[in-house]
Structure formats: C-alpha cells, structure tokens
C-alpha cells in the first residue's frame, strides 16, 4: 500500500488552466499507480481550462462548489458528487461560474499508460 499524505501533495501547473491551484494527490512517485494519476484542483472564481482536448479520457469529480463544463457547444453543470467522463480527444471547456471555490478531483492515465521510469 502507498500512503501519500495530503500535506505531502506537490502542486503542478496545467496546460491552459488558470484562477487554479493543482495538487498531485497519487501518481508519478516511485510505489506510486502503475496506470493512472489522480490531481485534486481548486479553481478559484471564474478559473478554468481549455477549450483544449487530450488523447486519453480523464474524469472530474466535483466535491465542493460548481464546476460547468462545456462540449460541443452544450453546458452542463456539475455539483458536489457530481462526476464525467471526457473521452479522448473530446474538446471541452470547463469554468467555475460561481463566486464560490471549487474543488474537485481529477483522474486521468498516464502519458504512454503507464508510470513513467
């Protein structure tokens, strides 16, 4: 078992985010997920990334606050529990629309499908 306290997380910086701060809560430590990474982000107030795409699917999981996420021109939100899927290659767009944080967690596989050496 890896145990990664949250106090340990390291920040990382996201391609074509902004108004958010991201932690890598499991993945690309040496014990760490063989296949997947998992961050947990806080999108301030009108923070949030794309229109952009990526060639593996990832999942969101909203757990505090509203986070709408935008795909082929339809919105939907998504609240505390709240979860997607974003198949690869899918251009979305997400925006915390609120005056409130939201955090959320994100889980998505490796570059390459597995841990990188």
């Not at 990832?58 to 021109?73: A, I, Q, R, S, W």
């Given at each position: 078992?890896?145990?990664?306290r949250?106090?340990?997380?390291?920040?990382y910086e996201?391609?074509?985010?902004?108004?958010?701060?991201?932690?890598?809560?499991q993945?690309?430590?040496?014990?760490?997920?063989e296949n997947q990474?998992?961050?947990?982000?806080q999108?301030?107030?009108?923070?949030?990334a794309?229109?952009d795409?990526?060639?593996?699917?990832?999942?969101y999981?909203?757990?505090?606050?509203e986070?709408?996420?935008?795909?082929?021109?339809?919105?939907?939100?998504?609240?505390?529990?709240?979860?997607?899927t974003i198949?690869?290659?899918?251009?979305?767009?997400?925006?915390?629309?609120?005056?409130?944080i939201?955090?959320?967690?994100?889980?998505?596989?490796?570059?390459?499908?597995k841990r990188p050496?």
């Amino acid at each position: 078992m890896q145990v990664k306290r949250f106090a340990d997380a390291a920040p990382y910086e996201a391609p074509n985010h902004w108004g958010v701060t991201g932690l890598r809560l499991q993945g690309f430590e040496e014990g760490g997920p063989e296949n997947q990474w998992v961050g947990f982000s806080q999108f301030l107030p009108g923070g949030g990334a794309g229109p952009d795409s990526t060639p593996f699917e990832k999942v969101y999981v909203v757990l505090d606050g509203e986070m709408t996420v935008e795909v082929d021109g339809v919105e939907t939100v998504l609240g505390p529990m709240d979860s997607c899927t974003i198949p690869p290659g899918q251009v979305r767009r997400i925006e915390n629309k609120t005056n409130h944080i939201c955090k959320m967690l994100v889980v998505m596989p490796y570059p390459g499908g597995k841990r990188p050496e």
